[in-house]
């Protein structure tokens, strides 16, 4: 391919709308054109990337012996309404009729759809074990697409299902998924990805992974511990907290805190550490309106995905007016309406004196001791980790905080779909059970732009060789030059001959620096510098984007030096 | 792969709602599963079909300088009211509003999107020419999906769109997606594929040509010449009527038609024969319901698409209620109101003598001289062509009319989309141009339909070896028997190593005849049989489905004997 012929523009600016450098470098370097909130066009560059990404995760799961079918985009209302997911999922499921006024519904994940493929199919327990995947787009109506490709509303996905007899056997190829999805992550070019636990969320089911690539831009929190291998998602970290009691026992006391509007102006105001207070938030339930309050000591934050889980419904936060049964600003859970539930997190458990919300109107308790004045407590875990904190695994206060970009997980969904959509198979004895599932996705989309993320300069991405849309870019220096075009020309056929990928820079007119910029910009990952210099002494340059390689080549062997190198790319990446 | 392991079922009975036989086949194959009306899931088989078609397409389309692409299927309203197809398309094109009630649409095709993708890419005349595709879902919301694959409302298609600098540069580019589209009907086993002139329809544009593939199943009428060349689409064939007057003079008379209902019965009344008559066909613009009449001789159709271009608007038959204009029964050219506008169709000029309505209720005219009562006329091509026709290219009466099923298309576009949506480059004198459009598209999984369509029996598809499942089908006949199944096994084994593609039947416990039947009904290209009779004798049998090869050979050469007749299927389709 001649770079003149290339179907793209790059950009010397950064667009002012992109907050991360991989979808600046992407929008800059003509991968990809943004067409409406959260939805993209792929040039030539990204697709051919991302045709990369699917050949290589195709692979993979037919090494697992994976079998690849289509579901769907569009599907009947019904096959949701089996799951019970076209009532519990809130807006990001996209639900229209058609010209009929049948409902249908967009699918942003498909367990229903290879649940219906198969419940007939797996109808005998010689069926089983089997793995069903698909490579196709999907659109969730996400409420803030962000981050170009890492965050995107249509995406492309490789979403794979297994169906087993029981625990044992999921539990066996869930480890086959999980050492295909390491490989996977390792041909890509970023090998340093690691699995944290994660929430299942509204997947449903029990053990989960995700595979996250550390990295600042990440929306995700990873709860990492610095002496042991615990790594979890921050939605899924448990949060130890072991007060100690100071032996205090003021007495419950009423007190007039006008103007005091957060829990820091509280605490300034009790001349007291926030971590003696008792901070409440407000939440309400998605399907009912109704209120559950969050208590947690002043110093932590609500993790809403566990609340959300304990609860058993989808929250947001409270819009409190003048009729709810709650005082605004002033809420504790001494004297809370009855009318409210509440849970206590456990950072709360054994502390003797907290400063509180009196459920009055300008006024605030102190001296609280939660066992002392409300009787015995089912303290819940509720908060978030902080950094420092103690790690449930070996015990020790070691937590970090990193952020991250989940670019894959695997859920062991257990009989959720399998049982709402009636599948069930005969055993030997021909009793009847229900299959138990697992599901495994990729985004491609945004597994490319991940890798991006992880891998540019201030000047271009720098892709891996498995991965980048080209694996050798030739730049002509002076294609006016005929003795130097020729020898250009030439090495172009020659690799082309050996089913070298090229891109081939003879752009007359544009000078050498401009064509290393592009070059950059685009980042193939070995770059041939044809030049009138180099050739006077039969040389040419070659060199990787990375700049782990620089040389300066003979033109006779140069041939065999770049299928060498290229050969060494692909070896680093096994 | 081995076949007790392929996710999969097979049917012995044809399905009742299953009307034409590939759609029977391919269901009880255990190709495709239905969902919902018109949407499909693709098994494995299917898919590894969908996935080779898919190669083919994209290797003859990156030959003629294509580069792939991805666009969205969802895409912001604002595109199609740019093109104005937002509004001029009826129901098919599905609209929704997503999450903050902004308006978006699935795609349908996509030349909008391809516009919006290189709209500045191609602002100088120095980029030309060039060409886009994609290979992508698309969802259009059909109003009667039929015949399994055929007609869907899901699909995935290659799309592609090239854009140029001149007409000339169009041409000829036309002409080698034309050559491209034929290497590939010949690549995926149907060589027989014809082109036709055709309408372009909503698409806009002028000279197009769709790909028929002749067959008694498909929704399309062809008209072909049996002395020419001649071939088009029944929407865009010309119809030449030559009619000579015989003289006749008698004077315009109005005659009570009570109960006559029909033009059959009309010209049973006057005992004249049907093709004196002027028959009414009386339709409502989508846009306004304002009433369209179409007059053609009784003997003719009214060409709906014809008329639909003549009238520049979308067509339905009318509603016609008390209030309307128009005498129901007895609506003729003659003191017809002039609030509705009418057409006369060629096959009227000349005519001498006509019973035709007389815009009273229960009376009807007899004797009507269109010229000589109405004035002069302009007469238009409104007819649909019939068999026995005269041909517009050689004028010989011999057009027939067969049946076809439309496996692609390519349309010359012009500037409709670059003018509606702005897109402009300057040629070398810096003014400024609308570049010139064609569009290119095949319906991936019609396609497989089609060529199983064309190539199958009572038994199953016999599916060319290009898009074949697989490319052999290992029976081994009792493998309880050891030396058998080692035989076997090892056969698969020595193939699977030259990467031949094999499907593996060694289930115990199924006669010989289910073997064959399940083989029939797969279609796999060659077929070897592994048995214990012919093992005793160093032999195993080799057969295509095609039954053009039936075979017994040693044991020792059965490797070689395979490998040679598969690279001939593969020879024949080139």
């Not at 199919?121 to 787009?137: A, D, E, L, T, V």
């Not at 995700?210 to 831009?217: A, R």
């Not at 042991?228 to 921050?234: G, H, K, L, S």
């Not at 498995?466 to 294609?479: D, F, K, L, T």
């Amino acid at each position: 391919m001649k770079l003149k012929n290339l179907v793209s523009q790059r950009f010397k600016e950064r667009p002012a709308d992109c907050l991360i450098d991989s979808h600046a470098l992407m929008i800059r370097g003509g991968y990809m054109k943004y067409v409406a909130n959260g939805i993209y066009s792929e040039l030539p560059a990204l697709r051919r990337v991302t045709s990369k990404i699917e050949a290589i995760i195709r692979e993979e799961m037919n090494a697992i012996d994976g079998q690849e079918v289509l579901f769907p985009i569009v599907m009947p209302a019904e096959l949701w309404q089996e799951s019970g997911r076209y009532d519990s999922i809130a807006n990001e499921l996209v639900r229209f009729q058609d010209r009929n006024q049948s409902k249908l519904v967009l699918g942003m994940t498909h367990e229903e759809a290879a649940v219906h493929l198969v419940r007939e199919y797996g109808q005998s327990y010689q069926q089983y074990p089997f793995m069903i995947y698909q490579i196709q787009r999907k659109f969730r109506d996400e409420a803030r697409p962000r981050a170009g490709m890492i965050r995107v509303r249509e995406f492309t996905m490789k979403d794979a299902y297994s169906f087993h007899t029981s625990q044992e056997d999921l539990d066996q190829y869930y480890q086959k998924c999980y050492e295909a999805y390491q490989r996977i992550f390792r041909r890509v070019g970023i090998p340093e990805v690691v699995t944290v636990a994660s929430d299942a969320g509204m997947m449903g089911g029990n053990l989960s992974h995700e595979y996250m690539l550390l990295n600042e831009v990440g929306e995700d929190s990873i709860v990492l511990c610095a002496e042991c291998d615990y790594r979890a998602n921050m939605e899924a970290a448990a949060n130890i907290v072991e007060n100690v009691s100071n032996g205090a026992t003021a007495p419950l006391e009423y007190v007039a805190t006008l103007d005091c509007k957060t829990i820091e102006e509280v605490c300034d105001f009790f001349k007291t550490d926030i971590s003696a207070s008792c901070k409440a938030v407000v939440y309400q339930k998605n399907a009912d309106n109704t209120f559950v309050v969050a208590f947690v000591r002043g110093d932590y934050e609500v993790n809403e995905t566990k609340l959300s889980n304990l609860v058993g419904d989808e929250l947001h936060v409270a819009e409190i007016t003048a009729d709810t049964p709650l005082t605004a600003g002033y809420i504790g859970p001494y004297g809370l309406s009855k009318q409210v539930a509440y849970y206590c997190d456990l950072s709360l458990k054994g502390m003797d004196s907290l400063v509180a919300g009196a459920n009055r109107e300008g006024f605030h308790l102190k001296g609280l001791n939660l066992e002392r004045d409300l009787g015995e407590i089912d303290y819940v875990d509720l908060a978030k980790v902080k950094a420092g904190g103690i790690c449930p695994c070996c015990k020790k206060p070691a937590l970090t905080i990193q952020r991250g970009i989940e670019v894959g997980n695997i859920f062991q969904l257990g009989t959720k779909y399998t049982e709402s959509m009636h599948m069930q198979f005969a055993d030997k004895d021909g009793t009847m059970h229900y299959p138990i599932m697992g599901c495994y996705g990729i985004g491609i989309g945004r597994l490319a732009a991940s890798v991006c993320e992880a891998r540019h300069d201030e000047y271009g991405p720098i892709f891996p060789i498995s991965i980048a849309p080209w694996e050798v870019h030739i730049c002509c220096i002076r294609p006016d030059d005929l003795e130097t075009k020729s020898a250009a020309d030439h090495l172009y056929e020659e690799l082309t001959k050996q089913k070298v990928e090229v891109l081939y820079d003879d752009r007359e007119g544009v000078r050498g620096g401009q064509m290393f910029a592009d070059a950059d910009l685009i980042g193939v990952p070995i770059r041939v510098i044809v030049s009138p210099r180099n050739l006077k002494d039969e040389k040419i340059e070659v060199s990787t984007r990375d700049k782990s390689v620089h040389a300066v080549v003979e033109v006779s062997e140069s041939l065999t030096y770049i299928m060498k190198l290229r050969e060494r790319l692909y070896q680093e990446l096994t």
